[in-house]
């Protein structure tokens, strides 16, 4: 039935989003104050105080022109403090990277030599399960006390929530590549490290990208919440500045961004794990 | 050079590595001697300049030089000129400075006004440096920033570098508090739905907010309370929650109050979740709140960048102490990349104009005033409050610990070259909540309170 009709779950989506917009806007609605208080304190307040309530949260339409604001003007620097969304962004997309770079670094070599001995798997199990569970966030203090330099510190942290995933998952992927294969491998008299390269490493694959794909999430996912305990620079810093000014349609708007870019690392991984994988 | 070392000394490098000129075992001697040589340059030109002012013709200047000799007369024209004290004044202005790129970390409240404001109106720059003020998340984080030297100089909270240098909450290392930022300007803010409940006597259950565990916000309050017979521990609950969140949390119910540095508690009257109780000047009027402090190291390895950074907050501070200024101030520290608060709030901060979330205006033009002078009292004051709550264990030597840290010798010093009026005591006697406290009897002070944990 969708078949047939391709844009029924696009429009569907839309209806949603209307749906979900107009009772934001209801909800969020500001009724006019009747408390009248003297024009001279008023001027010192808010309007919300100012007519005896609370201030409120924005609506759909404040929020849409903060968003506008920073489409149109991503790039603007205004000292330490105070940079563009798009400056802020990039630099939490460079720590992710990095951290999830160096990551893969790790983890794939090695959870090659775990997937492919039985007894090295055996042997560091007991470590990747306890290190596996802990919250990313739990090392930042050590790492600042013991790496000294905040920017490091962060990168740390996501290498350290990256490394599991990947680790895991390619340890998995090498450990349960089907023995047929590496027999066969093996009267052909292939040499360990071709084997490695051309027979394993291309049947693991699409379980490594997985992994990958996991880790690049997660990461995402860590680095808000490590530059809020850190500050300086990134996404998770201008979330924490704008909530410092209590500026609640600047946050909205920085979490759609979040979720944008989570998005676009999320398919980007998607994209190359299909390339890598096999009818068997 | 190396032909004429004696390869027999221990002292000798042979091989290179030593200073840029090689006269000199290490950069650092050679710079410090290049500083000395400059030095004697400078006061050489002072003479000279001295000597042609008196004796406009040479040959007048030689002829009486030959007369009385050079030493007589050096000594005759010091009694008519004071040589000295004109080179003295020449030097302050020039010391070569070790490092021009500085970072200073702050946390965006009013407190760090000096810091701050130094930057947009240029105090730094006009003392030749080339300072980053960068904003930081938390009291904990800067302690870690500027223990990890990522800041060469830091904002922090009065009791901080006593609590960093005995080693309370963090490993000891010497660190030095050349200035007090601001006095007052706290207040205990509360819930809107509390505004018939003034007297602390009724605040039993309540659970407070206050952003540090080693902050003059935390001593004031548990004070404050305690004169009040409320015990900080057992009857409310007091837990430390970053500035920031105050508001938010008061806003969602989840605390009752807090005593916290503005703009938070005009920011809650701001967003009419809260009003101004009481402002901390009532409790002690004139106290110590943040602190200017860099680390012992900072100071002894880069005497004239030290000097240079606290002048720039000294005369800084000069000029937030003018009332006049406080509205210009309010302006250059309000945007997203200092306080990021609309204007108006941080302007009823600092004019003491403001309004008290319960529908009047307030003028009070001491609610935050700006006062360097790190008194030793103030901080003997606070270790008896690290004692009396048990953040110290143990016998301590107050006086030396302030000594130590508070550094009021170089504040006398520099605020007389930025043209402010030291006092000519570092230590003075005040008064809390109408008790007085005399600082040179610490622990009788600490054994006075009923309520105490020791």
Not at chain 1, 16 to 43: K, M, N
Not at chain 1, 258 to 264: E, K, P, R, S
Not at chain 2, 10 to 29: D, F, M, N, P, T
Request: charged share 20%; net charge neutral; hydrophobic share 45%.
């Amino acid at each position: 039935m969708a078949g047939n009709r391709p844009w029924l779950a696009p429009l569907l989506s839309l209806v949603f989003l209307a749906v979900f917009v107009g009772l934001w806007h209801l909800a969020t609605r500001t009724t006019a104050g009747e408390v009248q208080v003297d024009p001279e304190y008023a001027a010192l307040v808010g309007a919300a105080a100012a007519t005896g309530g609370k201030s409120a949260m924005p609506g759909p339409g404040d929020v849409a022109a903060k968003l506008w604001e920073h489409i149109t003007d991503p790039f603007y620097d205004r000292g330490t403090n105070d940079k563009g969304i798009g400056i802020q962004l990039g630099h939490s997309i460079a720590r992710v990277l990095l951290g999830f770079g160096l990551a893969a670094l790790v983890a794939i070599p090695l959870g090659f030599v775990i997937g492919m001995s039985p007894l090295v798997y055996r042997a560091l199990d007991p470590f990747i399960q306890i290190l596996k569970p802990i919250s990313p966030l739990a090392w930042m203090p050590l790492a600042l006390y013991t790496i000294k330099d905040s920017n490091v510190s962060a990168v740390f942290v996501i290498f350290i929530c990256s490394l599991w995933p990947m680790l895991i998952n390619t340890a998995f992927g090498v450990a349960s590549v089907r023995r047929d294969w590496l027999n066969v491998a093996r009267t052909l008299e292939v040499s360990r490290l071709r084997t490695a390269f051309q027979v394993i490493l291309p049947a693991a694959a699409p379980t490594i990208m997985t992994g990958m794909r996991i880790s690049v999430g997660i990461a995402w996912l860590v680095i808000v919440a490590a530059e809020m305990l850190v500050g300086g620079t990134g996404i998770g810093y201008f979330v924490w500045n704008e909530w410092n000014n209590l500026s609640i349609a600047n946050i909205i708007s920085a979490i759609l961004f979040i979720g944008l870019v989570g998005m676009l690392l999320d398919t980007t991984l998607a994209r190359l794990g299909r390339a890598v994988t096999y009818k068997e | 050079m190396s032909a004429f070392r004696n390869p027999f000394d221990y002292k000798v490098r042979l091989h290179r590595g030593g200073c840029s000129c090689g006269r000199h075992h290490s950069q650092a001697e050679h710079e410090r001697a290049e500083a000395l040589e400059a030095r004697a340059l400078q006061d050489r030109a002072v003479e000279g300049a001295v000597m042609r002012a008196l004796f406009p013709q040479d040959e007048v200047r030689r002829r009486f030089l030959k007369a009385v000799g050079g030493g007589t007369a050096l000594a005759a024209i010091s009694t008519l000129f004071p040589l000295g004290l004109a080179k003295e004044a020449f030097a302050e202005s020039i010391g070569p400075l070790e490092k021009t790129r500085l970072s200073v970390g702050f946390i965006p409240i009013t407190c760090a006004t000096p810091i701050i404001m130094a930057h947009p109106l240029g105090y730094y720059a006009k003392y030749g440096l080339d300072v980053e003020v960068v904003k930081t998340a938390g009291w904990a984080v800067i302690r870690d920033k500027a223990l990890a030297r990522e800041y060469d100089a830091a904002h922090m909270l009065s009791p901080m570098p006593l609590a960093i240098s005995i080693g309370a909450g963090s490993s000891p290392i010497p660190w030095t508090m050349p200035a007090v930022e601001n006095i007052n300007g706290q207040a205990i803010t509360l819930a809107l739905k509390h505004k018939d409940r003034r007297d602390p006597k009724d605040w039993k259950g309540f659970r407070f907010a206050v952003p540090f565990d080693y902050s003059m916000h935390n001593y004031l309050l548990r004070y404050y309370l305690a004169e009040h017979g409320v015990d900080p521990d057992r009857d409310v609950s007091i837990r430390s929650v970053p500035p920031p969140e105050m508001v938010a949390n008061l806003r969602a119910d989840n605390i009752d109050g807090f005593l916290a540095p503005d703009p938070v508690n005009q920011r809650a009257v701001y967003d009419g979740v809260g009003f101004i109780h009481l402002l901390s000047k009532e409790i002690w009027d004139g106290h110590p709140c943040c602190a200017f402090s860099a680390s012992r190291e900072f100071v002894t390895a880069m005497p004239n960048t030290y000097q240079a950074l606290l002048k720039a907050i000294l005369d800084a501070t000069a000029y937030a102490r003018k009332p006049e200024n406080r509205k210009e101030i309010a302006a250059a520290i309000a945007p997203t990349n200092y306080l990021n608060q609309p204007v108006t709030v941080v302007e009823q901060v600092l004019t003491g104009t403001f309004a008290d979330g319960l529908g009047n205006i307030v003028r009070d033009p001491q609610r935050i005033d700006f006062d360097p002078f790190p008194y030793e009292s103030f901080a003997i004051w606070i270790l008896t409050q690290m004692k009396r709550w048990g953040q110290i264990k143990g016998d301590i030597d107050y006086a030396a610990v302030a000594r130590e840290v508070f550094l009021a010798t170089d504040a006398t010093r520099l605020m007389k070259e930025v043209g402010m009026e030291p006092p000519a005591d570092p230590v003075k006697s005040f008064e809390v909540m109408g008790r007085r406290f005399d600082p040179s009897q610490p622990q009788a002070y600490v054994d006075s309170f009923a309520i105490r944990r020791t």
